[in-house]
């Protein structure tokens, strides 16, 4: 019993299904899941295909926050990316072509590849600090988007495209798989292969794990990769979501709602060990946070205060001073109780 | 025998290879950034009197220059007070538009001004403490403390109203449209506010027992706090300054608009933190200067100015902000390696 409670995941897992059952309390239809054309629907199948996006800048981040880093850039790799894709899409003779939007998606990943290598770049070979090195990709990305789409908001009507944010695949959400897929292929990597405790090792002591023959520059340079190609699969779901390409709007905040789910779930942004189980789970809860906000008929536009709630009291549970404090009140009450015990022996 | 040692003293400089240049520059390594800041600017004012023929230094350009950039060099103000102790501020943007609706709001509801400004300032100040708290007292990264703080803001702006509130009181306007003239010349009361911080903030940053804390503090706060400084009084003062600047360049940009607006100041912690780097203060903290970041911001408004002079998108102002806070992180890197090198 103990272990479970003691379990990283335990209070995360905790505040997911509190979550869940005050929706289900508050409006039933909440849990319903409802079969249509051999199609999935509910309030909770919007919540997955919705935290595709942030699912996968979410993983990103996490792996970057391993290695004690943080990646700014997410959203306006997001905005990249989807510039890129719909530029090509819109440039091109034929939008519905199933090949001309998977060359498209290609293309604009490969881009995100690009910047993301370029942020482990700065990071791992010329030693800036993290979040300056992305801040510089963060403010100089949503110029690159707004040139690429040349200032203006670029919208296609193409099938295939908008099939990748709104289509299904074996009864569920196509985003949702998108997002499915990464969390299986990463946790495969990370956990089945060396990869994970390396990158551990690294974020805990980077010099330290150099000495021991850990190759910390590869590892930081390829964080920031994974990063970054994720970032631009996101930017490919937004983009498909509202069909088109909003240099100003794509992912705006994401990085910060990433950082906030990489946190709930239990990684420390100090670096060393993560959990991509947790992140997961910290991602479903924003979004059900989010859902349950809308729900409760506050505008999204003000939401962001019940985040704000969220973080303090997620990072005041998690500090030491808190737990110090709490175990000197039991240990106080104990001495105490065991005093009184003793006056009744005696 | 003086000329000996002279001539002995000449040749160990020479041996070592230092002409008085490097001697300077090895004495006030901390000052270079900033003197690399000023260099650029001026070969921003040069290059923009060229490009436009003679028509960039005139009086009401610059004298625009600052009436335009009051508010970034207000936050910029407070924000190198949080770096210099090795933090961050995230929530200043919006800090800044939760205390200038609030302030729209209130004057617009009938309260007096003499009621309304002194809100504004304490709601900022107070926003800019509770991130102190957290970060001093629970151990927050400073990161994610003005995360909160930033959330808390923009959703606090939005919760005071969704859309914008114009602003009719004559106080509030008159800080923006009075211009106090000398000349072609001219300057506003919001840019006499803008100066008037920077110079408090380098009065207290250099002159104070505060200010030497603050400075301290970002080279070592473990040392800090061994040499018995008061550590956590500093730290959290940082951050309410800080935030008491959002404060402060809400209430400017409510008058610099005439409207409060809930949108207003997405991503502007980002070009203070820009400025400030730029400017010459390092984020491992401890190293920089007020002076300096006023340098910063006005690189950054010179280059906004510059790209609409030439009409170019505005897409360009983003990319070329972001390449120089490169150019400057590098060459501070530079200079930190150089100095731990020398350690």
Request: charged letters at 10%.
């Given at each position: 019993m103990t272990a479970i409670y003691k379990h990283r995941l335990f209070w995360p897992i905790v505040a997911l299904l509190t979550l869940i059952v005050v929706n289900a309390v508050a409006?039933?239809?909440?849990?319903k899941i409802t079969m249509r054309d051999g199609e999935l629907y509910g309030p909770l199948i919007s919540i997955l295909r919705e935290s595709a996006p942030l699912m996968l800048v979410a993983l990103g981040m996490t792996i970057v926050i391993a290695t004690r880093g943080i990646d700014l850039s997410v959203g306006a790799t997001m905005a990249v990316s989807g510039a890129v894709a719909l530029t090509i899409i819109d440039g091109?003779?034929?939008?519905?072509n199933v090949g001309t939007v998977l060359i498209a998606c290609v293309v604009a990943v490969l881009v995100s590849l690009v910047l993301g290598a370029w942020n482990g770049f700065l990071v791992?070979?010329?030693?800036?600090q993290p979040i300056i090195a992305t801040l510089v990709l963060m403010l100089a990305g949503r110029g690159v988007a707004l040139l690429i789409t040349g200032g203006f908001i670029t919208t296609v009507n193409s099938e295939p495209f908008a099939f990748i944010a709104s289509g299904y695949l074996f009864a569920l959400p196509f985003a949702f798989l998108i997002g499915l897929v990464a969390i299986i292929v990463l946790s495969l990597v990370e956990r089945r292969t060396a990869l994970g405790v390396l990158t551990e090792a690294v974020g805990i002591n980077p010099e330290a794990s150099r000495l021991a023959g850990v190759r910390s520059r590869s590892i930081i340079w390829g964080a920031y990769m994974v990063s970054g190609m994720l970032a631009g699969i996101a930017g490919l779901i937004y983009a498909s979501n509202i069909k088109a390409a909003d240099a100003n709007a794509a992912g705006v905040f994401i990085e910060l709602y990433a950082i906030l789910a990489v946190v709930l779930g239990?990684?420390?942004?100090?670096?060393?060990k993560f959990s991509i189980a947790g992140t997961v789970v910290g991602v479903l809860i924003i979004q059900t946070l989010e859902s349950t906000i809308l729900f409760l008929g506050v505008s999204s536009a003000q939401s962001p205060v019940f985040f704000a709630v969220v973080v303090v009291i997620v990072v005041i549970v998690q500090s030491s001073r808190l737990r110090d404090g709490l175990a000197a009140l039991s240990t106080r009450l104990r001495s105490r109780s065991e005093a009184d015990e003793k006056v009744e022996v005696a | 025998m003086a000329a000996m040692t002279m001539a002995r003293a000449e040749t160990r400089t020479k041996e070592r290879g230092e002409s008085p240049v490097q001697t300077f520059i090895s004495r006030h390594g901390g000052m270079m950034p900033s003197f690399a800041a000023v260099l650029i600017l001026i070969l921003l004012f040069i290059g923009g009197e060229i490009f436009l023929r003679g028509d960039f230094i005139t009086p009401r350009n610059i004298s625009a220059l600052l009436l335009d950039n009051a508010v970034l060099l207000v936050l910029a103000v407070g924000m190198t007070f949080v770096i210099l102790t090795g933090g961050i501020d995230l929530s200043v943007g919006s800090v800044m538009a939760f205390t200038g609706i609030l302030g729209a709001k209130m004057l617009g509801d009938g309260v007096p001004v003499g009621i309304a400004i002194p809100a504004i300032l304490l709601g900022g100040a107070a926003i800019g403490l509770l991130i102190g708290i957290l970060v001093q007292?629970?151990?927050?990264?400073p990161f994610i403390a003005s995360l909160a703080g930033l959330f808390l803001g923009r959703g606090l702006a939005y919760i005071v109203s969704l859309s914008s509130i114009k602003v009719e009181n004559d106080a509030v306007l008159w800080l923006q449209s009075t211009r106090i003239r000398l000349g072609d010349w001219y300057i506003t009361p919001t840019g006499i506010i803008a100066l008037t911080t920077v110079a408090v903030a380098a009065f207290v940053l250099h002159l104070t027992r505060f200010g030497r804390t603050i400075y301290a503090i970002g080279g070592n706060e473990q040392s800090a706090r061994l040499m018995g400084l008061k550590v956590g009084r500093a730290k959290i003062a940082a951050y309410v300054i800080s935030g008491f600047c959002a404060g402060l360049a809400g209430l400017l940009l409510t008058a610099y608009s005439g409207a409060g607006y809930p949108?207003?100041?997405?991503g502007t912690e980002l070009d203070a933190i820009a400025a400030v780097v730029i400017g010459g203060?390092?984020?491992?903290?401890?190293r920089g200067y007020v002076l300096g970041s006023m340098v910063g911001v006005f690189v950054y408004g010179t280059i906004k100015t510059i790209i609409n002079f030439m009409g170019a998108e505005q897409s360009w102002m983003q990319i070329i902000v972001g390449s120089l806070l490169l150019l400057f992180i590098v060459v501070q890197r530079a200079i930190v390696a150089r100095s731990e090198g020398r350690r």
């Open positions: 409006r039933p239809q909440f849990i091109s003779d034929d939008p519905g791992s070979v010329v030693g800036i239990g990684t420390s942004l100090n670096g060393g | 007292y629970f151990g927050v990264q949108r207003n100041g997405i203060t390092l984020l491992t903290g401890g």
